[in-house]
């Protein structure tokens, strides 16, 4: 699955710790033309929780630049 150029958003996933609990960056997500959100995860967060938000430039140029060096 090719990422589009466009408005990316950061998934976070959720890392509990003892008490401490925090939010590690884990991927991106983007809009496709029907509708749905993709996802491309890094990892997968023990507790299930993730947190998807708006995604900013140097997000996208990350984004892509990460998936290039995959193929």
Do not use: N, T
Not at 14 to 40: F, L, P
Request: net charge negative; glycine share 10%.
């Amino acid at each position: 699955m090719s990422m589009p150029r466009g408005c990316f958003k950061l998934v976070w996933g959720s890392v509990e710790r003892q008490e401490a609990k925090s939010w590690a960056h884990i991927g991106y997500a983007w809009d496709a033309e029907d509708g749905a959100v993709h996802a491309q995860l890094r990892a997968f967060p023990m507790s299930g929780r993730i947190c998807i938000k708006e995604g900013c430039e140097e997000a996208v140029e990350v984004a892509l630049a990460a998936v290039e060096g995959q193929r």
